[in-house]
């Protein structure tokens, strides 16, 4: 039973994050990512990861969703479909797209954490989420903030954009 649910949500996120590609409206990509995201925090339900499902709600869904709504209402998307954004030929986006490929395709392969072997069972206690909860805002203060200095030069950069010249 699990096993058919695993394979229709990760069905359907696939058929979402191609949609989120593939959409031509920036509004219906922005609401296939979130159900793509929806669909991911689905699959975390199943693997009984029930923090990570809501956290992935919390963040992706209601944080991230809302900033890329912001910025796709705030900067006038039909100008900006006109233009291009790298002019000329598009031949060495496509050879890094390439080699980025490939060598996370040698890196799969060679890894020893892709090897086939028995999972561990193992429930996540209130203790576990208590202690990455210490370790990210302890050892990982400056990271922390750092993000969210970046997210907040974002958002002032979406609003310089979206803002309209006068005269």
Known sequence: MDQGFFLLFATVSVITALTVVLARNPVHSALALMACFLQISAIFVLLEAPFLAVIQIFVYVGAIMVLFLFVIMMIDVREAVLRRFMPGSNLPAMVLLVVLGVEMLVL????????????????????????????????????????????????????VLARKEPG
């Open 108 to 159: 799969v392969t060679r890894s020893a954490r892709f090897s086939v072997a028995e999972p561990v069972a193992r429930s996540v206690t209130g203790d576990d989420i208590r202690q990455l909860s210490t370790t990210l805002f302890a050892d990982y203060l400056l990271p922390f903030e750092a993000a969210s200095v970046i997210l907040l030069a974002a958002l002032v950069g979406a609003i």
